[in-house]
């Protein structure tokens, strides 16, 4: 059993009140991780203090709502989490015919997944593999000896499809392009989101995808992290559904910070994250300094 400490904290600009979906909370549902505590606080530039409507959507991820006034917001969430590696079993490839009907949806294309376009490539390169964990390990291979992992080299629109052109992506898209490979041969397959710890830093915001073989099983395409350690906040068709901030409103990050601390209790091996701190967009003004991040005590 894996102990996750996470401590995220994200600081905003706004410059009109807009309404913000903050989808970083732990996932309880599924019951491979147990939420042991969490806690959210939301504080403007003012020192007051924002409360938001929690809720559940229906595939099972949890958010927070609320409304952003103009100016300066941090963001700080802290959860400690305990997760058991996951169990393969006897993994099986269904057909469609026999897959229940909850799972027909996660074998349809969606915005950033193309698997109808991907389809006849998905078949001429993997159709003829073994059916099961041998064919996800042959997509699995031949992304991570095509595509490249670089930082930069794509956006918030950029699609499978693209991705398999640029032959350059980040996490996300190596997700994004197997899932669409592996919807493209009916195998269901879900993206999922969270935390982990990376012995690269700095510490990120992870994506990886899983596939129903007879139950959901979790790969990671980058090979950045074992899969047992992902701290899952949620799963969906792709990005779109996952996204750890959506803003209807005007607004600019102003940084990022995670600090991740991973215990094996069974071994009790402990990774440490090293801290650091991303800054993105323009340069931290004083009103909003690392030091005033609000602190969190569970």
């Known amino acids: 059993m894996i102990e996750s400490e996470i401590e995220t904290r994200l600081g905003y600009t706004f410059h009109a009140r807009s309404h913000v979906r903050l ?38 991820n949890r958010s927070v709502r609320f409304s952003a006034p103009p100016g300066k917001l941090a963001v700080a969430y802290r959860a400690t989490v305990q997760s ?8 099986k490839e269904w057909q469609v015919n026999e897959l229940p ?16 376009l991907l389809g006849p490539i998905a078949m001429k390169m993997f159709g003829n593999t073994t059916p099961g964990i041998p064919r996800v390990q042959a997509i699995l291979g031949w992304v991570k000896n095509n595509i490249e992992y670089c930082v930069g080299s794509t956006n918030a629109n950029t699609r499978a499809s693209d991705v398999l052109q640029l032959r350059q992506g980040v996490c996300r898209d190596f997700a994004h392009l197997c899932v669409a490979f592996c919807r493209a041969l009916n195998l269901p397959t879900r993206f999922v989101s969270g935390y982990t710890y990376f012995d690269t830093p ?97």
């Open 202 to 298: 700095p510490q990120d915001f992870h994506a990886v995808f899983e596939v129903w073989l007879g139950r959901w099983i979790r790969f990671d395409p980058t090979g950045m992290a074992p899969v047992e350690r992902l701290v899952c906040t949620g799963v969906g068709e792709d990005a779109k559904n996952v996204a750890f901030m959506t803003c209807w409103g005007p607004m600019q990050m102003d940084y990022m910070r995670l600090d991740i601390t991973q215990t094996d209790l069974r071994t009790g091996d402990r990774l440490v994250g090293d801290n650091s701190t991303q800054i993105m967009g323009s340069e931290l003004g004083p009103e909003m300094s690392r030091e005033k991040v609000p602190s969190l005590r569970l």
């Open 84 to 91: 058991e590696p996951q169990t393969v079993g006897s993994p």
């Open 101 to 116: 009907n909850p799972l027909l949806q996660w074998i349809s294309p969606s915005r950033y997944c193309e698997s109808d």
């Open 23 to 60: 989808a970083l909370l732990v996932r309880t549902e599924g019951g491979e991780q147990q939420l042991e505590r969490e806690a959210l606080e939301i504080v403007s530039e003012n020192g007051d203090h924002i409360f938001g409507h929690w809720f559940t959507d229906g595939i099972g």
